[in-house]
């Protein structure tokens, strides 16, 4: 029997607060990052490029003199689309289509309707004007990223999309600079960490304030993007991978065993659950994850994350699977079933679900459509994947016509005096006839 991974049993009376504890997840403040930030931001505020610039120097080890030397020019993207293998430019181009595709279906419209008395009421949707883009670069490189955030946002409209990517000593990852050239980038910035949040939120002499600030970082862009909500939005502060995998034993472990491992090599804080109403098929995944684990080029990683928020459970039913698995409204829901269609309408809370046994999470990760960013922390309660709607705005639009005030200033007057607010029943009062 594997040690690698916890067994639990949703029969047992203390699995309900067994449960609670493996979900529990608060990222732990940390006093060094905290200082870091603040000083980052403040920084940049105040002198803009020239902070930008010296950060760069300090932690990217990039030796530049100025702003300039930090854009890339388009010419740059393209060559590095043009450099990648036929293989490679393929990949990305099928998997940008797809997204596109998907994200086309997304946008909303403007709309309005009239009354009998002439007033007209409406909703006006405007795409935001400039939005920022942060991407991983050095060790973690992410073209997936590049084409999840910038397509639905060129989709919707938006004027203005500003990627920045760190470089450190230099190295800069083609299929990233690649996929900013498929996916339309405006402008590229060779900077990171949070002082390339601040440059997007503040705006310097070189780098425009955008509206929003969209993409993954470690835990100094997580806190600088969390310190600048307000000044412009943010997409979220995600929190590490999770997937939830509902199995009635019909599958293959095996297949079932690497789908735990595709979330657990994120890193070690990542999660990976199986709900599975067979023991017998529960044993075997078991099994599976001792012999696979060794073959893995990241086994540490996975190791530590299985063990530390990893857990395989025995569930009585998958009535009771369901249940739980909208207790937990995992990021990523895979429905590892024979018949799944009917368990579908059941999952109310998920980011993304994944439905059959060929329906694996790591293609939705880059090429299903679908938004990758997806809510995390038991966050996909009340909130839903990143989309086209994520850069578009609504204002409402007003136009009562004269006979409309006669009847909408009466009601307004008595409400605002109900309210104490003599201004808004005057204000509403001034419009009455006789």
């Not at 450099?83 to 990949?91: D, I, K, M």
């Not at 067979?278 to 996975?302: N, Q």
């Amino acid at each position: 029997m594997s040690d690698a991974i916890r067994r639990l049993d949703a029969r047992e009376p203390e699995f309900l607060a067994t449960l609670g504890a493996l979900l529990a997840f608060e990222s732990e403040a940390d006093e060094r990052i905290d200082a870091a930030v603040t000083e980052i931001l403040r920084a940049v505020r105040a002198t803009g490029d020239a902070a930008v610039i010296e950060y760069t120097r300090r932690f990217d080890h990039l030796h530049v003199g100025s702003m300039a030397d930090l854009e890339l020019p388009h010419a740059e993207l393209k060559a590095a689309l043009d450099g990648l293998t036929v293989e490679q430019r393929e990949a990305l181009r099928t998997a940008a289509d797809r997204v596109r595709r998907y994200h086309e279906r997304q946008k909303i419209e403007s709309w309005s309707y009239g009354e009998a008395d002439g007033t007209k009421l409406g909703q006006q949707v405007t795409a935001l004007d400039r939005v920022g883009l942060y991407v991983p670069g050095g060790r973690a490189s992410y073209p997936s990223s590049v084409l999840m955030n910038a397509i639905p946002a060129k989709v919707a409209g938006v004027g203005e999309l500003i990627m920045v990517v760190p470089t450190p000593r230099g190295e800069k990852n083609p299929l990233v600079l690649a996929a900013a050239a498929i996916a339309g980038v405006d402008r590229v910035f060779t900077i990171g960490g949070a002082q390339a949040v601040a440059a997007l939120a503040y705006g310097t002499q070189t780098i425009p304030q955008v509206d929003k600030i969209v993409g993954p970082g470690n835990a100094y862009v997580a806190e600088a993007k969390r310190r600048v909500f307000g000044t412009v939005g943010i997409d979220m502060v995600a929190g590490p991978s999770e997937v939830l995998i509902v199995s009635d034993g019909s599958g293959n472990p095996d297949w079932v065993a690497m789908d735990i491992f595709a979330q657990a090599e994120h890193d070690e804080l990542a999660q990976s659950i199986l709900l599975c109403t067979d023991a017998g098929f529960i044993d075997a995944v078991a099994a599976a994850i001792d012999r696979l684990l060794p073959t893995m080029p990241r086994r540490e990683i996975i190791a530590k994350s299985l063990a530390n928020r990893g857990a395989l459970i025995h569930v009585d039913s998958l009535e009771q699977a369901c249940a739980i698995a909208n207790r937990i409204a995992p990021e990523h829901l895979e429905l590892s079933l024979a018949d799944p269609e009917p368990w579908v309408a059941k999952i109310h809370h998920a980011g993304a679900i994944f439905v059959g046994h060929h329906s694996v999470e790591a293609l939705g990760d880059y090429c299903a459509g679908p938004n990758h960013v997806l809510p995390t922390m038991r966050s996909a309660r009340f909130s839903s994947p990143l989309g086209v709607y994520d850069f578009q705005k609504r204002t409402s639009i007003v136009h009562i016509s004269e006979e409309g005030a006669q009847v909408l200033g009466r009601v307004a007057s008595v409400l605002a005096h109900g309210e104490g607010l003599q201004a808004h029943a005057r204000s509403a009062e001034m419009r009455l006839k006789g």
